[in-house]
């Protein structure tokens, strides 16, 4: 089992900028590989970043890709979303993921994730 706990949203305003964290516990988190998804109201989950066991590869979609940035620590045991040139369509819930033995790419879908944390709420004001 897999515990995750989000911090950092909040509200910012468009163009700015939040950095998002997920404590991990329970299992070794240097094997895990840990993504972030978010979801909006009415709109379905959907991947905007992962990151492998290791760190050394990363995964984004194209409407995230160059302005959020995954990244790791595993002294921390934690994962981090920053997120750059934010816009009003960015906000969402987001949520962070872990898939158990699996490769970094399943992260880009909701049926290959292993553990979910609560979610954190990111509101971009325009």
């Known amino acids: 089992q897999v515990q995750l706990v989000e911090s950092g949203g909040g509200l910012v305003q468009a163009g700015g900028s939040l950095r998002l964290s997920c404590a991990a516990s329970?299992?070794?988190?240097?094997?895990?590989?840990m993504g972030w998804f978010r979801q909006a109201p009415g709109k379905e989950r959907e991947s905007v970043a992962a990151?492998?066991?290791?760190?050394?590869?990363?995964y984004y979609p194209d409407s995230v890709q160059g302005r959020f940035i995954i990244s790791r620590d595993d002294a921390k045991n934690t994962v981090y979303l920053q997120m750059n040139s934010l816009k009003p369509e960015d906000t969402a819930v987001y949520y962070c993921a872990a898939t158990l033995d699996r490769p970094y790419l399943d992260l880009r879908s909701v049926d290959k994730v292993d553990a979910w944390g609560k979610g954190t709420l990111v509101t971009v004001s325009s």
């Open positions: 990151i492998s066991w290791n760190g050394g590869r990363t």
């Open positions: 329970g299992r070794t988190f240097s094997s895990l590989a």
